[in-house]
């Protein structure tokens, strides 16, 4: 096995594909220290600027010293409190659901979510660009599961013909990798309430999309059977909850292992998320300047770049091979900003590019200098 493993990561190397975690430090909402030499971030999903905000970790530091550090159990032990079950009502008000589950990753909430619902006569149909939570366990599970074509209307009407007695259709709200909207709408239109269950992960757009931030699929006036939003972005913390009905509650605190075999969520962290939903909820302008940013760096951005989507916070450009998204990284690293190459398995085959997220701390002037810069940039991009 070991020897399978260096294999492995000999092959990686060469593909130039091999991965390695940086080591950083924070030096204030926008600026970190790489290598002892500061730059600017543009890689956090930190869209409203929440996990520096003063207020909210005021609010968690009070949490901590009224609930202590941990649960300490499951939810159906000792682990659920009076500060969880308020944190739920919040969001089921919010978002217009009878119920909310907690839990600590979107990671898990998806996995658990896909692995509860689905048996051998369940036909399964997911984006093919879903996140490798949703692909991965939907892969793992006894059901039959087809990838439509990204956002492919059609593709999926094909695929919903096939005789099964139970169906389930996955999209997302904003795709994190291409950063464009699912096709939420025109999924439910074609959807029949009595035959097919529809999930919107909607992890990068509840909080940056719609009227108090409640996703995209509340801004088309859509309500899917179930969705998922997660804390680690737009909320500035973490965890993530799974919207639903009541009866969909009961049966995943009587039959999902993922929910009730783990320690709960910290007391402290659903004391702070619920002063992060209020500022989510009534902070508008900071979605505004999301838009700001994002309109004036399209602006500035030559055309000679492919952009996938202007749509969201979220700006990738396609570089084509793997050596050109490392090589387009290092540029920008050396010119001061922080931005990643993105490489297959998380993108497809020579289709790796670069992925920049705007936040609400970020200028005017810190979009215009990246887009400029970007514009001087005199390499080449291709499929090699």
């Known amino acids: 096995m070991m020897h399978q493993f260096k294999q492995e990561l000999k092959k990686l190397k060469i593909d130039n594909n091999l991965r390695k975690s940086l080591t950083i430090c924070n030096v204030d909402k926008n600026h970190i220290l790489v290598h002892g030499n500061k730059k600017l971030n543009f890689s956090s999903n930190d869209y409203l600027s929440l996990s520096s905000s003063s207020y909210l970790k005021k609010k968690y ?8 550090t941990s649960s300490s159990s499951s939810p159906l032990i000792s682990g659920k409190s009076e500060v969880h079950e308020s944190l ?7 978002q217009g659901y009878e119920a909310a589950i907690l839990f600590n990753s979107g990671y898990s909430a998806n996995q658990a979510l896909i692995r509860l619902l689905t048996d051998q006569d369940t036909l399964l149909l997911q984006d093919r660009l879903n996140h490798a939570s949703l692909i991965e366990e939907g892969i793992l599970s006894p059901s039959k599961m087809f990838r439509f074509k990204h956002n492919d209307v059609e593709h999926l009407k094909t695929l919903l013909d096939k005789q099964f007695t139970h169906k389930i ?23 029949k309430p009595s035959e097919n269950e529809f999930i919107v992960d909607e992890a990068h757009s509840v909080g940056v999309i719609g009227k108090e931030g409640k996703g995209i699929s509340d801004f088309l006036g859509i309500k899917p059977n179930i969705k998922v939003i997660t804390f680690g972005k737009a909320f500035g913390l973490s965890g993530a909850a799974i919207l639903c009905d009541s009866e969909l509650k009961d049966y995943f605190e009587n039959k999902s292992k ?46 000679r770049f492919q952009v996938v989507s202007r749509d969201s916070p979220i700006i990738s450009i396609i570089t084509g091979s793997n050596v050109n998204a490392i090589k387009l990284s290092e540029f920008l690293l050396h010119e001061g900003f922080l931005i990643f190459p993105i490489r297959p398995p998380t993108v497809p085959k020579n289709m790796s590019r670069i992925r920049i997220t705007l936040n609400y701390s970020h200028k005017i002037d810190d979009v215009l200098r990246l887009a400029k810069t970007l514009n001087q940039y005199k390499g080449t991009f291709d499929a090699k």
């Not at 530091?61 to 202590?68: L, Y």
């Not at 739920?88 to 919010?94: I, K, P």
């Not at 962290?269 to 004036?296: C, G, P, W, Y």
């Open 169 to 191: 259709v996955i999209t997302e709200g904003i795709f994190s990798m291409d950063g464009d909207f699912g096709n939420i709408k025109e999924i439910h239109n074609i959807l």
């Open 88 to 94: 739920e009502e919040q969001l089921c008000a919010w």
């Open 258 to 303: 993922h929910y009730i075999y783990s320690t709960y969520m910290q007391p402290a962290l659903a004391f702070a998320l619920m002063s992060a939903l209020k500022i989510v909820r009534t902070d508008n302008h900071r979605r505004l300047k999301l838009v700001q940013l994002s309109e004036a760096f399209h602006d500035e951005l030559s055309n």
């Open 61 to 68: 530091s009070e949490g901590i010293n009224n609930f202590g």
